[in-house]
């Protein structure tokens, strides 16, 4: 069993910035990062690969988010600059065990107010 410990959210001012991070207890196969509004469905923000640091994100946040990791601490970064309200949401971290494409574990989530 894997635990992932998410930190960094808060309130910033649209146009801010905001870093999280994600620490894994365990190793992973891939990490990622997603995202609930209220009254909307969870949706993906994007994830890295562990080993060779490949990553992959959503059309909504290309160039203003950035996923990145330190592998000697085992976490994950989500950098996210020129944050726009609607960026407002709780956002998961979440990690694959393996290739197979489904994320096993999941932290408790952090809350990012962006204030227009």
């Known amino acids: 069993q894997v635990q992932l410990v998410e930190s960094g959210g808060g309130l910033v001012q649209a146009g801010g910035s905001l870093r999280l991070s994600c620490a894994a207890s365990?190793?992973?196969?891939?990490m990622g990062w997603f995202r609930q509004a209220p009254g909307k469905v969870r949706e993906f923000v994007g994830n890295i690969r562990w080993s060779g640091g490949f990553t992959s994100y959503a059309d909504s946040v290309k160039g203003r988010f950035t996923i990145s990791r330190d592998i000697v601490k085992n976490t994950m970064y989500l950098q996210m600059n020129s944050l726009k309200p609607e960026d407002t949401a709780v956002y998961y971290c979440?990690?694959?065990?393996?290739?197979?494409?489904?994320?096993?574990?999941w932290g408790q989530g952090t809350q990012v107010t962006v204030s227009s």
């Open positions: 365990g190793r992973t196969f891939t």
């Open positions: 979440a990690a694959m065990r393996t290739a197979s494409g489904r994320y096993d574990y």
